[in-house]
């Protein structure tokens, strides 16, 4: 690193299709970098050959931020290096020609004797706490992965102070230095350009609608939002709930399948409407004109559409997860994972109350967070580097 230049941040792409979550954490976070820490970080985010353009052009557009394609980075390639003799000599080989600083690790592992230093971001641990959704081999590939990162010294960020809780209670020989930064959301100007009247007309919608912003993983819940709209249909109570996201779930494919079948067998299709993988402008807009988010999770670090939702003010019912809480300080409305009774009468309640249908901006002192966040995070790089050098 040359004096004065910004820091040289290995990332590493996390395709929308298979994690949403992940994806929308990495653009918030450039995007934070890019505006409250200008000149000072420079994220180089590195993809596959086959990794989907219109997923990395706007992380290219944001000021700062340079995408880097190379094999090195198509699926799981080098895992095995990484693990059975301590690096991975591809990615290795990118991030010395890209003259890279420190590394960013989220879902991957580059190895312990990575020459750099790393900080390891664990979102959550819900193969810990929801292990009958995981396939034995998936459970394994994770848990091995956060105890070499681990045991490899990394740094570990965590989102949330619940998250923290758990670390401590399933890692409690661990002696990493640990770090809670909670994310905020800053959308690039360029994810506000539509317009919510016509993309809520586009898709048919009411005015009055719930937003669930969900991928189909098993441990969204969505089945609970099913129930409670059956529930409501026998009340005599029209509500309609749309949900976006991916349908991929590699542990279980039949999942969203599932689901919908259960829509159609109790005649909910015009109550529960699937819009498929939208563009991120299409969400922000209905998120900014919908009644209220739902998020019925069953597992969240800190969740990235409850966090979308207090950007803009929009009334939130939720699971009650200690990390919900703790996200919204108390102030959505909660209903147990397997409670869709209480669900029923919260969509009732925020209906009733929701005054005439308008659309949201940006609440009072948002950028606050947002840069709070930008702070958090080039804090915890910060220290890494001079317990690197201390250790050096």
Known sequence: MNEGSPLRLAFTHIPRRLWAGGYNYQSNLFQALSKFRSGEFAPVLFAGTGDDDADLAPLAAIPGVEVVRSAAFDGRVGLAAALAWGLDQGVMAEFRTHRIDAVFEAARFFGWRLPYPAVAWFPDFQHRRLPQLFPAAARWRREAGFRMQIASGRTVM???ESSHRDFRKFY????NEVCVVRFATGSSPAFLTANPAEIVAQYQLPEKYFYLPNQFYTHKNHQVVVDALAILAERGFDAVVCASGSTEDRRERGYFDEVMAGVRSRGLEKCFRHLGMIPLSHVYALL???TGLINPSRSEGWSTAVEEAKSFGVPMIL????????QTNDTASYFGTDDPATLAD??????QESGVPSVRSFVPGHDDHVAAFATGFARVIENTLKSSQHRG
């Open 288 to 290: 900014r004109a919908c």
């Open 158 to 160: 965590l989102s949330s």
């Open 172 to 175: 409690p020989g661990a002696k």
């Open 319 to 326: 699971s009650d997860l200690d990390v919900h809480r703790e």
């Open 346 to 351: 919260h969509i009732i309640r925020v209906s």
